[in-house]
């Protein structure tokens, strides 16, 4: 069986198979590269002001303020109220932009099984029923 061309980033061989009509397997292929990129690494890309746990701490410090200036009398239980109100539809805001982050996160993850199913599906030797590892 053919072996992919490429080299790994230790300097060996690599042992990947070759995509059909190919000398290199998809981790190699120069036409797949900007599709791997994409693909890549979701690490850092909640970073900085991404990270909901700042925001989060952030209204839940503002609510506690706000409770214990209305107790003491402070601010007025009206304008306590909708304060309050205020700042609960702002996390809500900010659970839904997490709630759709999350999903494009796993859209792409799948996409990225889906299309490496289907190109493990292409290289099935034939003959054996699609079964890669014989017994």
Request: contains cysteine; positive net charge.
């Amino acid at each position: 069986m053919a072996k992919c061309s490429g080299i790994t980033r230790a300097g060996g061989a690599c042992k990947g198979i070759p995509i059909d009509g190919s000398q290199w397997c998809y981790v190699h292929h120069p036409d797949h590269a900007e599709e791997r990129r994409r693909h890549g690494s979701k690490g850092g890309k909640r970073g900085g002001r991404g990270r909901p746990q700042g925001e989060l701490a952030r209204l839940q410090s503002r609510f506690e303020e706000l409770a214990e200036s209305v107790l003491e009398g402070t601010v007025e239980r009206g304008v306590g109220a909708v304060a309050g109100q205020l700042l609960n539809g702002a996390r809500a805001c900010l659970r839904d932009a997490m709630a759709a982050r999350e999903q494009e996160e796993l859209l792409a993850r799948l996409e990225a099984l889906e299309e490496g199913l289907a190109a493990n599906a292409g290289g099935a030797p034939s003959g054996k029923g699609g079964q890669r590892w014989g017994a």
